[in-house]
């Protein structure tokens, strides 16, 4: 049976949120892998819900906010942006493939995007294998 | 200047020294460490009454707390009185590190360093002071000829001797310590002490920067093995595997700025049938878990602003190496922000801040 990543993803309300659901009901076909919790801005993802789907067995973490300069809150998406930047700085020192985890601007327009950007992550995951956290017992 | 030390009687002249701090008006109240029990305890003490100076001993190697979280509590709320602090390097970065965070008032600071060249853990330092044959002028100045017995793996490789940014510094290394100490401080201090404004002699300056540079060296031979224990999670998990989740090391983390932790809350107190349920998915659990997302967290939360004092080693039961983690993986977050933690300048940590066009391509 091939490998099926589960993937966790956090997203603003105001865009990525509104993005997947443009998705579904514009009908564009994207793989079924991708659990969404919505959150009202990028910048309110603590690493420690990261780190916990990651060490709880999650094979990825997809992190969906607004672009650049259209953050609702002014700055969240810029907080976010440095707050993942250190996750994966920290989780790279002690050999965590930094791969797990995606940062994505993703618009309320941009159905579509969406749905690319849940293939390719599911395509990438599939390539790397699943977590080694999901055994791991001693954590 | 110097201030000579009479009959070698160290303390006496350190008594004298804090005292006319305080009688001249330096300061309204006196952070300093002092021996208490005379059973070699040392620790922080609030001084308003110059009488009640006994005990002065800041040079001893030997560190309690880290100063930085005590001038927290004592500086956050209403304060109108001016504190005078006795600290070295590591307390002082803190300090500074904190105030970034708004933890900490620097405004009725009046900071006053001391040389340090190392501490050791206060037990460790009480059974030396017990033996016969001890004493602290001669530890000390092993300590200045390189030794370092009992000292803590964080103090090893201090690259700080001699605080920076402070207000006055008071130094013994490259004098003879039972003779004279010196004493930094602006024109008006001096002479509000009667003392004379001088620049340290070149012997001082000379092996300062000699110990800066050996301890420099040693830090980055200690960094440089850090991926062969850390850089993987396999690796990881065997060096913390004595890890029982106490949170001994963020208690005593003077960075840690939080006024409630996170994992003092009831956000991960699990329902008992959680246990059960992830114990059934992997068929057995460690216990207590969420041990590895405890130090992860914390690394993700503060490390950028790790200034390396050592707190978190010292008050871990079971001696695993939280400094070297913490200093391992904070300075590669430190190395993407181009920042420097524990120093009075306006660079702000990693997180409190950002730019607008940066980290990109993600
Ligand atoms: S571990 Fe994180 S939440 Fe807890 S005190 Fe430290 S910085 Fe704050
Ligand atoms: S002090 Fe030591 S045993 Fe306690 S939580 Fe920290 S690393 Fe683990
Ligand atoms: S509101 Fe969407 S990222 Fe801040």
Known sequence: MEFEPKIIAFVCNWCTYAAADLAGTSRIQYPPNIRLIRLMCSSAVDPIY????????????????????DCHYQNGNYKARRRVTILKSILTS?????????????????????????????????????????????? | MMIPVKDGKQVETLNNFFRSILERGIVDALLLPQGLFENGTYAHTLVKDPQKITHAQPFLPVLMNNGGTILSELTSGVNSTRIGAVLRACEIRALYELSKFNQVDLNNLFIIGVDCLGTMEPSDFAGLVGQKNFTAEQYISGLIEGKQDHIRTACRVCPYPRPEDADMNL????????????????????????????????????????????????????????????????????????????????????????????????????????????????????????????????????????????????????????????????????????????????????????????????
């Open chain 1, 50 to 69: 990261i780190m916990k789907s990651i060490l709880n067995g999650a094979d990825g973490v997809l992190i969906g906010g607004c672009h650049p300069g």
């Open chain 1, 94 to 139: 002690i050999g965590v493939p930094e791969e797990r985890i995606w940062l994505r601007w993703i618009s309320a327009s941009e159905g579509k995007k969406f749905a690319d950007t849940v293939t390719d992550m599911v395509g990438r995951l599939r390539e790397m294998g699943p977590s080694p956290f999901k055994s791991m017992w001693e954590i």
């Open chain 2, 171 to 362: 130094g013994f290394i490259g004098t003879d310590p039972a003779k004279e100490l010196f004493v930094d401080c602006s024109e008006e201090i001096a002479d509000r002490l009667d003392l004379k404004k001088e620049a340290p002699p070149g012997e001082m300056v000379k092996k300062v920067d000699v110990i800066r540079k050996e301890k420099t060296e040693l830090l980055d031979k200690l960094l440089s093995d850090m991926k062969g224990r850390f850089g993987s999670v396999t690796s990881l998990l065997n060096q913390f595997a004595r890890c029982k989740r106490c949170y001994n090391c963020r208690a005593e983390c003077p960075i840690c700025f939080c006024n409630e932790c996170i994992f003092l809350t009831n956000i991960f107190h699990h329902e008992p049938n959680d246990y059960i349920r992830w114990a059934e998915r992997k068929g057995v659990l460690r216990m207590p878990y969420d041990t590895l997302l405890f130090h992860l967290t914390r690394l993700n939360h503060m490390a950028f602003s790790c200034v390396g004092c050592g707190q978190c080693s010292s008050a871990c039961p079971n001696n695993l190496p939280v400094f070297e983690l913490f200093q391992y993986a904070g300075k590669e977050v430190q190395n993407i922000f181009n920042y420097a933690p524990g120093q009075k300048t306006e660079d702000e940590p990693p997180i409190l801040t950002f730019r607008e066009k940066e980290l990109e391509p993600l």
